[in-house]
């Protein structure tokens, strides 16, 4: 059983490496993560407020009786061919399969018959992780997925030893070739996000690492682009904005 929280587009990739790209999105529900830190506050269909990232609704559990629940790949496909047949030339449509924690699924064999067809299909496929779920690599087209890894800092109010598995970012770098790191930082905790970037590359491949600023309103992240961007000057990483949040704010399906 594949739980989704929502599948939307055509729109645009708002971060990381590809971002710009016109892309559909598949959103997973169900995360290992509820990042409290990260000060998203919201109330749940049954009035309880709380704190959490800006995907809360496809990370709390409250809100599961509005994920859609998909027995086989092929449904899925077919929703998403809707929102894909928009060209009348051969373009391919990037399909991001983000969450929630979308590694939740990797073990399934619906999950990887859906990465597969994509693949296979010629699609750029990116799947939006938090990067701290354990993962093999057991068949050749895994190889051709991008990885954009999310690790989480400290602000995020998770613990060290749940947030950073050095294993599977070794795994997911080496078996890869252009998979990256990606961490969202405030104006107020960049001297600690330095010091634990640092910590969490040391002993895995090198690779590209994007920062981003905090926010899910385009205020929010205005105010915190410029710091975000001098850190990354100073430290040799690579600033990307939110765009989609830039555009939109934290508007769901766009």
């Not at 995020?156 to 998979?179: C, W, Y």
């Not at 001297?191 to 981003?212: G, Y």
Request: net charge negative; charged share 30%; aromatic share 12%.
């Amino acid at each position: 059983m594949l739980e989704v929280n929502e599948i939307f587009g055509p729109t645009i990739q708002g971060e990381g490496k590809l971002v710009g790209t016109p892309s559909v999105f598949i959103r997973f529900g169900k995360c290992n993560f509820t990042c409290e830190g990260f000060m998203v506050e919201y109330e749940t269909p049954s009035g309880i407020k709380k704190c959490a990232c800006d995907s809360y609704f496809a990370v709390d559990k409250e809100f599961k009786d509005t994920w859609t629940k998909y027995k086989s790949y092929e449904d899925i496909v077919s929703e998403v061919d809707k929102l894909t047949n928009i060209y009348t030339y051969d373009y391919k449509m990037d399909i991001v399969i983000t969450g929630g924690e979308p590694l939740l699924y990797w073990n399934k064999e619906e999950f990887q018959k859906l990465l597969e067809h994509y693949i296979n299909d010629g699609h750029k496929v990116t799947i939006e992780t938090n990067a701290s779920l354990n993962l093999n690599f057991t068949k050749e087209y895994q190889k051709k997925i991008l990885f954009s890894m999310s690790v989480k800092l400290s602000n995020s109010l998770e613990p060290l030893k749940k947030r950073v598995n050095k294993e599977t970012l070794t795994k997911v770098l080496t078996n890869t070739n252009e998979s990256y790191l990606k961490f969202v930082i405030g104006k107020d905790f960049k001297n600690d996000a330095k010091e634990e970037i640092r910590e969490i590359l040391k002993d895995i491949p090198k690779c590209e690492v994007f920062l981003m600023p905090m926010g899910d309103t385009a205020q929010q992240i205005s105010e915190n682009s410029e710091d975000v961007i001098n850190m990354a000057i100073q430290n040799g990483y690579k600033y990307c904005d939110r765009l989609h949040i830039r555009v939109w704010d934290n508007k769901r399906g766009v």
